[in-house]
């Protein structure tokens, strides 16, 4: 069973960047689509990226959308996020998550396996 760990969280300015990494110490990452997700307090989760099993095709939430990047790395069985023009409101926990599926599913509640989550925290 594939188990998930998030690194990479942190604390930085508006305007800055940080990398997510997404690995498992198990199964390859590669057969999995892997989802990106943030909760900010008081808020709900919310989807922010997909890159599916079957094609590599990436989708992201709008709010994020020309300032977030996922992308695989199978030989080092990660999955990154990188994200640029942080802003205040994209502090939240962030986590990865799966589900054995070809396609990235279309609601957060398909996904069947989680991480722990990292926490990112954007100051103004």
Same mark, same amino acid.
Not at 57 to 60: G, K, N
Not at 82 to 88: A, G, R, T
Not at 115 to 119: A, D, E
């Given at each position: 069973?594939?188990q998930?760990a998030?690194?990479?969280g942190g %604390?930085?300015?508006?305007? #800055?960047?940080l990398? %997510?990494s997404?690995t498992?110490?198990g ?5 999995y689509p892997? #989802? ?11 989807? &922010?990226? +997909? ?5 590599g &095709?990436?989708?992201?939430t709008?709010?994020v959308?020309g300032?977030?990047?996922l ?7 990660? &999955? ?5 023009? %942080?802003?205040?409101?994209d502090t939240a926990?962030?986590? +990865?998550?799966?589900t /054995? ?8 509640? %398909?996904?069947?396996t989680w991480?722990? /989550?990292?926490?990112v925290? &954007?100051?103004s």
């Open positions: 069973q594939v998930l998030e690194t990479g %604390l930085v300015q508006a305007g #800055g960047s990398r %997510l997404c498992s110490s199964s390859s990452l590669a057969i892997i #989802g990106w997700f943030r909760q900010a307090p008081g808020k709900e989760r919310e989807g &922010v990226s +997909c890159i599916s099993r079957s094609d &095709v990436t989708y992201y709008d709010s959308k300032r977030f990047t992308s695989r790395d199978n030989a080092k069985n990660t &999955v990154y996020l990188q994200m640029n023009s %942080l802003k205040p409101e926990v962030y986590y +990865c998550a799966t /054995g599926t070809l396609q990235c599913p279309s609601r957060g509640t %398909l996904y069947d991480g722990q /989550g990292t926490q925290t &954007v100051s």
